[in-house]
């Protein structure tokens, strides 16, 4: 018995590289606040690009709280959206390119996030990773550290609770 041939390592990393974008794509905030992931197999961290929009306090200067309490959310929302989605990338079942177009699969919806401000963020980027506590069919919990020089001098964490998507029923 022959077994299929992988496909080559580019074709399967360009793949994963568009459903991360269309993914990211899909949310307009995400561009904004100038975030953007670094995607190593099924693993993804976060970056928070510096920009000057983000000083909240310019005596400080520190990052805005909101700022960074956004970039938390977004990052635990991708990280908890991607581990759901990325059974069906591999499997070819969703395909990168319907993605791009708007055919997205549904987001988790935010419960409750509480944020806990460890030291003020300085003016520079920021990195973070989320940690899927539990998912569930119904309801995930993700934990989320932020750091900016050394990953063990966090700046800030959150714990999320999420509503995951439910499929749509037949209709009958």
């Known amino acids: 018995m022959k077994r299929p041939r992988p496909e080559p390592i580019q074709v399967v990393k360009q793949r994963r590289d568009a459903a991360l974008n269309a993914l990211l794509d899909s949310v307009p905030y995400i561009r904004f606040l100038n975030v953007s992931f670094d995607r190593r197999g099924d693993e993804l961290t976060a970056q928070l690009n510096f920009n000057d929009k983000h000083i909240g306090n310019p005596f400080l200067p520190a990052i805005h709280g909101g700022v960074t309490a956004a970039f938390l959310e977004i990052t635990a929302t991708?990280?908890?959206?991607?581990?759901?989605?990325?059974?069906?990338?591999?499997?070819?079942?969703?395909?990168?390119?319907?993605?791009?177009?708007?055919?997205?699969?549904?987001?988790?919806?935010?419960i409750d996030f509480s944020v806990d401000y460890l030291r003020s963020g300085l003016p520079r980027d920021a990195y973070a990773r989320a940690t899927i506590s539990r998912a569930g069919r119904r309801y995930a919990s993700v934990h989320v550290e932020a750091w900016q020089d050394h990953k063990d001098k966090l700046f800030a964490q959150a714990t999320g609770h999420f509503l995951m998507p439910q499929e749509k029923a037949a209709k009958s």
């Open 78 to 110: 991708v990280s908890l959206n991607w581990s759901q989605i990325w059974g069906s990338i591999e499997s070819g079942a969703l395909d990168p390119e319907d993605m791009a177009k708007g055919i997205l699969p549904r987001q988790p919806k935010t």
